[in-house]
């Protein structure tokens, strides 16, 4: 069982920066595929972005290449993702999930990730 906690959060202006973070406890990420995904109101939960824990491949929304970058720190358990030059329309709940997986393919679909965090609120002024 993994247990999930994002943080880093918050409100800035546009073109202003956030790093969030999603750390695990319960055991390691080893074996697991960790992804990043946001939820606008009224809108559907949609993926960003994802990395292999082991391997360490990365897959991206193409509409975030570029400005989002997903991380690993084997060290403290935690995955982040660092958002740049960030936009109102990136405003939205954040969340953090896993899968345990041994391939190196990151999936995009919600239904495949076994393990949620709570979320954390991210809010972009014009």
């Known amino acids: 069982q993994v247990q999930l906690v994002e943080s880093g959060g918050g409100l800035t202006q546009a073109g202003g920066s956030l790093r969030l973070s999603c750390t695990a406890s319960g055991r390691t990420l080893s074996w697991h595929v960790v992804g990043w995904f946001r939820q606008a109101p009224g809108k559907e939960r949609e993926f960003i972005a994802g990395i292999a824990w082991t391997g360490g491949s990365t897959s991206y929304a193409d509409s975030e290449k570029g400005r989002f970058t997903v991380s690993r720190d084997f060290a403290k358990n935690t995955v982040y993702l660092q958002m740049n030059s960030l936009k109102p329309d990136d405003t939205a709940d954040y969340y953090c999930?896993?899968?345990?997986?041994?391939?190196?393919?990151?999936?995009?679909?919600?239904?495949?990730?076994?393990?949620w965090g709570q979320g954390t609120q991210v809010t972009v002024s014009s």
């Open positions: 999930a896993a899968y345990v997986s041994t391939s190196q393919a990151v999936t995009v679909h919600t239904y495949i990730y076994t393990y």
